[in-house]
């Protein structure tokens, strides 16, 4: 049987993280993974934020950060994908009430370890199966906010719209919808990648009524020319090869897109 998972040391630890970055009001709208965010997560957050240089070293603290910003605890978070639930643990130990819905049938290179997680994050409530309209168990607008971590890239064109229909059931008004997904900017599928998250902010747009700010034809110029975009490392790419032959999975400039707006209040 696996050891419950707590990564801070006490109460006062919790809060002193809680008042730090509830003063740092996240970014409404669509943004993009700079390295001063991530130096900043290192420095403050190093519990979540590892060295290994994949993109989620960025976005699992980004995710956290934005939570904290616009929501406080004991508010109820929602997380679709976790996956390992690193993020949904941290949060809880600040006093937010999580919930993490994950099929874990390994899809996308995804984690099965269901059992492993129920044992080591038993502070987190973990419901085994796939986000969709009028799933049972979940009570419709009763969460403060709804979350995703590098996880929308890897849903179908025709399963978004129900994935957002599912957000915007289970929001309650007012409640914040915030995603971070990975774009790949230049190289192998940047094509399907650009019109895949022209989707994604077209369908965050419309749920919450929220457009994407700034419009995304005008993030992907900034991003490109800003020295400070995060991008995935060549040691990241290397632990995503996965063994396979490099010309079946060669390298490609990847970034993190984030995208947060709010449910409407009537």
Aim: glycine share 8%; hydrophobic share 40%; with cysteine.
């Amino acid at each position: 049987m696996s050891k419950p998972v707590r990564v801070l040391k006490n109460p006062e630890q919790a809060a002193a993280i809680l008042s730090r970055f509830a003063q740092a009001k996240s970014q409404i709208g669509a943004s993009y993974a700079t390295v001063r965010d991530y130096c900043e997560s290192r420095d403050e957050l190093p519990q979540i934020t590892p060295l290994d240089g994949d993109l989620k070293n960025v976005q699992r603290p980004w995710a956290a950060k934005t939570i904290m910003a616009r929501v406080p605890p004991p508010a109820r978070l929602l997380e679709i994908g976790g996956g390992e639930p690193i993020v949904a643990g941290f949060l809880a130990e600040l006093g937010y009430e999580v919930t993490l819905i994950d099929p874990y049938d390994g899809f996308a290179n995804g984690p099965t370890h269901y059992q492993r997680y129920l044992e080591q994050f038993p502070h987190v409530r973990i419901v085994r199966e796939y986000l969709r309209p009028g799933l049972p168990g979940l009570e419709p607008h009763s969460f403060n906010a709804v979350f995703s971590i590098s996880v929308l890239e890897h849903i179908p064109p025709d399963s978004l719209g129900p994935c957002f229909d599912a957000i915007a059931e289970f929001l309650a008004p007012g409640g914040v919808s915030a995603h971070c997904f990975d774009f790949i900017l230049q190289g192998h599928g940047d094509s399907h990648d650009y019109q895949h998250a022209q989707r994604i902010l077209a369908e965050q747009a419309r749920v919450t009524g929220s457009p994407s700010v700034p419009p995304f034809d005008e993030l992907i110029p900034r991003l490109r020319a800003d020295v400070e975009t995060f991008f995935l490392s060549p040691q990241g790419h290397h632990l995503w090869r996965g063994g396979r032959a490099y010309p079946e999975f060669p390298f490609r400039k990847v970034i993190s897109l984030q995208v947060v707006a709010f449910q409407p209040k009537g």
